[in-house]
């Protein structure tokens, strides 16, 4: 195609989207003669790379090779730097910009907004900064050509500048989490910010920003705001469609936007635009808290600034001290109540001492129902002697619930705390059954208090019976680079000997393993039947797991963040003293001295084998340093030649200590580990769980920043998840409902059941029966005596099989620290 023709890029560009049709957004983008291809993996991305070919092989286009970059993880593409983290601006074109010399004419001034305007989606408050050179167009549009510099253009020109040289990366977007859209508006302009929150971090997407037109700048506060949540959903509407939206502003009157009736004019279309978005929430945010929005600084109203700590201590007096009247609520419910109701009755008609029944005295006083208490020890040995306690009808036990656990002057306290401060001042039937179940379905408590309760695991043994059967696998690092460039140390162990094999590393490449097993490992050992690690990315990747299948050996993945499933990590707490020890004086030479620290380990007594690694591998000790040092206390003469018979007589002794050997490990190893076993299962209280079942899991991020403030604030637990498969008797793969993200395998001992209260107010927790996984919960009714005041539900299995647990941890764990099942205590 020539070039110069007017209309030569638009006809080039139909030519490519024709040829293309189909792989486009699949595998591929096209802008004139720039074609990117994006793959998940690299063996996708040969597929990908393979189709585009063909397709323009088929419209006889050729690829200049010279042009062509293939298989890149960050790229330029169209003024940009394209990584996996994200996208920046390219650094050659903001050179450019930065060189830009101070304008002259109005000409300048559009030649240097072009620039900027390329890049305003990484530059915050773009139209803000901008807006007094905006000003310079606009008064030219009006017949004024001249420039009239001010310092105020000098500012804003500067401080473009800056910005796009300090360009934050913008995140690409996770289409799984849903979109915060962050907006402000004053009277010259909107902003927007386009963000996204989860694992405990915020992710800018991008940066949005214009000014407002003449009749736009006459529009109310309110119109301004709602102007700018119907723009940015249209100018972000490629991410926005179909995914869930929380919208956060600092005008209040925007709150009513959802749900507003009868609205007219403007509002009603603009209303009718925005239903077409799924807006979950329009959250108030006053001004100092929506700082990052402010993309037109201004000075708030005084309304509109409200100090947040004062909102907070004033919502919380009044939502205290407001409902001084609850008391008439509860005197209506309990003269609706059909099992209160007949007792206000006769109360009314006839006096207390002829009505009440001693064992259950109780008295009407100012129209409410009060029972008395007259044990002299009513709680927790405490003497109250005789006390009133306000009767609570059925629909008011949630209310008094919340109060007296979820409130912040209640602070989530435990299920005896809580039972506490409600028993001495109300009463109803089952209320200590209901205070434990409702306690122990909390979903804060759940989620970020600590779970001091016991593992719910028991050991499970392994036992291997041959050298070189299983080897365990780990890497250490980053270690100190070396000399040689090594930063990383791969430990295998053979789980029968505890023969282990040092390997210092500079990468950790799936490829550089594979290599190191074929001609280090099983080149001299022979290939294995299993093979243990964690879930390291070199580990779980494609190709090692190819590599693996092709060699018949099995792989088995430890659970996430349980690493002592893994014998390797055992050795790596041995191993990092030891280098820190002897590389302290020379860390950059520490891979010169691992095979020494590998002979110390190997030829070490282990104290579950009972004897050296070395001695279980050859059948006897290995020469050292310190049999140099002291001399050997026999020497045995050596013959001039070894004869056939001396050879025999070596095999058959060779043969018979080896066989002693193993016996003896085999023997000891299992001694031990059945008091390892023992003793680790004394401090465990079993608990069974089934496919289906719903869990909190443990968060590592709450452990991980521990030491930082940000770390202790974060949930302990995160949930509800769903047990997928079981994959050992410890170990299940786990779903989280939320984002239905498989979670990959976790242990037993990072999970604890998910408690909620079902709609009898009786805490619950989701079990299956092992012969019907697919029936999530089933529940029956026991029938009690009918003289209580209410039924109570309990949840349990269609084969009404009582929940197991250790005699001996049951023994240990008083009723005031029992976590679960609750359900089963009664009043």
């Known amino acids: 195609m020539p070039f110069g023709l007017t209309n ?63 298989c890149r993880r960050e790229m330029r593409y169209l003024g940009h730097i394209i990584t996996q983290n994200g996208i920046k601006p390219d650094p050659d074109l903001i050179k450019s910009v930065t060189n830009f010399p101070q304008p002259k004419k109005i000409k300048d001034v559009q030649s240097f907004l072009g620039l900027t305007g390329y890049y305003r989606r990484f530059i915050k408050d773009y139209s803000k900064i901008a807006e007094p050179l905006l000003q310079q167009l606009r008064n030219s549009q009006q017949g004024n050509h001249q420039l009239k510099w001010s310092k105020e253009c000098t500012n804003a020109f500067e401080t473009l500048k800056k910005k796009l040289t300090n360009a934050p990366i913008m995140n690409t977007p996770n289409f799984e989490q849903p979109f915060i859209l962050e907006l402000d508006a004053c009277e010259y302009g909107l902003g927007a910010i ?11 997407i991008a940066y949005a920003s214009r000014t407002l037109s003449t009749a736009e700048r006459k529009y109310g506060a309110t119109e301004r705001e709602a102007l700018a949540i119907v723009w940015a959903t249209k100018y972000f509407r490629p991410y926005l469609e179909g995914n869930k939206i929380y919208v956060r502003s600092d005008c209040k009157a925007l709150e009513w936007m959802r749900t507003a009736k009868d609205v007219t004019g403007r509002l009603a279309r603009w209303a009718m635009k925005l239903s077409a978005y799924q807006i979950e929430e329009i959250k108030y945010r006053p001004g100092k808290l929506n700082a990052n929005a402010d993309s037109l600084s201004r000075n708030p109203l005084q309304n509109d600034d409200i100090n947040q700590q004062e909102v907070s201590t004033i919502e919380t007096a009044v939502n205290l001290w407001q409902n001084t009247n609850i008391l008439n609520d509860i005197k209506k419910e309990q003269e609706a109540d059909p099992k209160l109701k007949p007792i206000i009755e006769l109360l009314k008609k006839k006096s207390t001492l002829e009505f009440n029944d001693k064992r259950n005295p109780h008295v009407l006083v100012n129209g409410l129902l009060y029972k008395i208490k007259n044990s002299k020890k009513h709680y927790n040995q ?28 209640a602070g989530h306290g435990g299920q005896q705390k809580t039972l506490f401060r409600l028993s001495t001042r109300v009463y109803w039937k089952s209320m200590r059954k209901d205070i434990f179940n409702y306690v122990a379905a909390c979903q804060a408590c759940q989620q970020f208090k600590y779970n001091n309760a016991p593992t719910s695991s028991l050991m499970q043994m392994h036992l291997v019976n041959e050298p070189w059967h299983t080897i365990g696998m780990d890497i250490l690092g980053p270690l100190p680079t070396t000399a040689r460039q090594k930063r990383f140390l791969l430990v295998v162990v053979d789980y029968f000997t505890r023969w282990i094999e040092l390997f210092p590393l500079r990468s950790t490449t799936s490829n550089d393993i594979a290599n190191i097993l074929t001609n280090e490992i099983f080149s001299r050992y022979g290939l294995p039947k299993h093979i243990v690690s964690d879930n390291g990315p070199q580990f779980v990747s494609n190709l090692f797991k190819n590599f693996c299948d092709i060699l018949g050996i099995k792989q088995n993945l430890t659970a996430n963040y349980h690493p002592q499933s893994n014998m390797t990590e055992r050795v790596n707490r041995t191993l990092k003293p030891l280098i820190a020890i002897y590389a302290q004086q020379r860390p950059n030479s520490w891979d010169n001295e691992i095979q020494k620290l590998a002979f110390a380990i190997r030829t070490a007594v282990n104290d579950t084998t009972g004897e050296t690694p070395a001695f279980m591998m050859f059948g006897r000790d290995p020469r050292g340093p310190l049999d140099l040092l002291i001399g050997e206390t026999i020497k045995e003469s050596q013959p001039a030649t070894i004869e056939q018979g001396q050879i025999q007589e070596y095999k058959k002794n060779l043969i018979n200590n080896l ?69 050992s008797p410890n170990t299940f793969t786990v779903c ?25 107010n009786r805490s619950t927790t989701t079990t299956t ?40 941890s049951q023994r240990r764990v008083s009723d005031r620290h029992r976590r679960v099942p609750i359900r089963y205590i009664t009043n």
């Open 659 to 727: 066989r002693w050997a193993f016996k003896i490990v085999k023997e000891h190893s299992e001694i031990n580990k059945l008091k390892q076993k023992e003793n680790y299962d004394q401090h465990t209280t079993q608990r069974q769980y089934n496919e289906g079942d719903l869990v909190w899991v443990a968060s590592p991020t709450a452990y991980i920043g521990e030491n930082s403030m940000g770390g202790k604030l974060q949930p302990h637990y995160f949930g509800p998840c769903r047990l997928i498969k079981q994959l």
């Open 8 to 70: 030569a890029p638009a006809t080039f560009q139909r030519l490519m989207d024709i040829v293309l049709a189909g792989l486009k957004w699949q595998c591929c983008l096209v802008y004139i003669d720039d074609v990117v291809i994006f793959s998940p993996t690299f063996e996708q991305h040969m597929t990908d790379l393979e189709k585009v070919f063909q397709a323009l092989q088929s419209a006889n286009l050729t690829l200049k090779a010279s042009k062509c970059q293939f």
């Open 769 to 808: 029966n092992d012969q019907s996984a697919h029936e999530r919960q089933t529940e029956t009714s026991i029938n009690n005596h009918e003289s209580r005041l209410s039924d109570l539900y309990l949840q349990k299995v269609k084969r009404n099989e009582k929940p197991t647990c250790n005699n001996s």
């Open 736 to 760: 989280r409902l939320s984002d239905n993200v498989n979670l990959g395998a976790t242990n037993t001992d990072r999970i604890k059941p998910y408690i909620e209260l079902n709609r009898n």
């Open 194 to 204: 386009l963000t996204q929150e989860y694992d405990g971090k915020k992710y800018v």
């Open 382 to 409: 405490r003497v109250v002697g005789e006390k009133h306690l306000l009767v609570i009808p059925k629909t008011m036990q949630n209310q008094l619930l919340t109060w007296a656990h979820d409130h912040p002057t």
